[in-house]
């Protein structure tokens, strides 16, 4: 069986690379028109559901990565962008003119599925949404390196805009810093500030993108964060903080 990539650079950095950053293992799942992955952390705080559109061959079929950065370790010391890799049985194989390779995998089972299912996800009661941009996220982790005490951001909505601080309500004596995240909002108002983990906006921060849509259950204060670039689409799941 065959796993089409059309652009390897890409798909390392939009596909595998984020992987990498929630879990060091994951389950890549070959369908007949799409590759998917579902990656969480380990505490489960932080989802990954990764959707890249390639039409592959007509079976489905998983491949249980062990270590995703040694698998993109491999990619990278290919120099062409379009590449067909074989899989047999427990590894992946590649061969050209010039590069040969073959990456073991693990057996069905070995790796932890995660017991979250994103199809539910989608069905909560998103009440609130706002867009956010790359250039916001940037400054954000900017702002960071000012608040060094804290690794929680919390939103909240304020006439008519989004806005979130870095700081820890539970903490005393404790620099803060706020700005605006979104200039406008659809739905219900965040009256009580949710605080999340500020991980989630750090690996936010090395991908390459324009706008990201965040959708927000209030009541349980589950938020979507959706990514959408050519074939790609990242969409991370978080639940706030206590405090």
């Known amino acids: 069986m065959i796993v089409k990539i059309k652009n390897r650079s890409e798909f390392v950095d939009k596909f595998l690379s984020p992987i990498s950053r929630i879990n060091e293992n994951a389950v890549i799942r070959i369908q007949e028109s799409k590759i998917t992955s579902l990656a969480t952390t380990n505490d489960e705080t932080m989802i990954l559901y990764v959707v890249y559109k390639e039409p592959n061959s007509g079976s489905t079929f998983n491949l249980n990565i062990p270590d995703i950065n040694r698998l993109i370790k491999v990619l990278n010391c290919i120099e062409i962008d379009s590449m067909d890799i074989e899989f047999d049985r427990n590894k992946l194989k590649y061969k050209s003119d010039n590069i040969n390779f073959k990456y073991h995998l693990l057996e069905d089972g070995i790796i932890s599925t995660p017991s979250v299912n994103f199809d539910k996800i989608k069905k909560l009661n998103f009440s ?116």
Not at 131 to 150: E, M, P, Q, R
Not at 172 to 192: K, L, M, P
């Open 128 to 243: 609130t949404s706002f867009k956010i941009s790359s250039g916001d996220i940037s400054g954000l982790i900017k702002a960071s390196t000012f608040t060094v005490d804290t690794d929680k951001l919390y939103i909240y909505t304020k006439q008519g805009k989004v806005k979130c601080e870095l700081t820890d309500k539970q903490k005393h004596n404790i620099d803060s810093f706020s700005r605006v995240f979104a200039s406008e909002f659809t739905g219900d108002e965040i009256t009580d500030p949710i605080p999340l983990n500020f991980e989630l906006f750090r690996l936010m921060s090395s991908l390459r993108f324009d706008d990201c849509i965040v959708n927000l259950d209030i009541d349980k204060k589950v938020l979507l964060f959706t990514i959408t670039s050519g074939d790609y689409t990242l969409n991370f799941v978080t639940v706030g903080l206590v405090g």
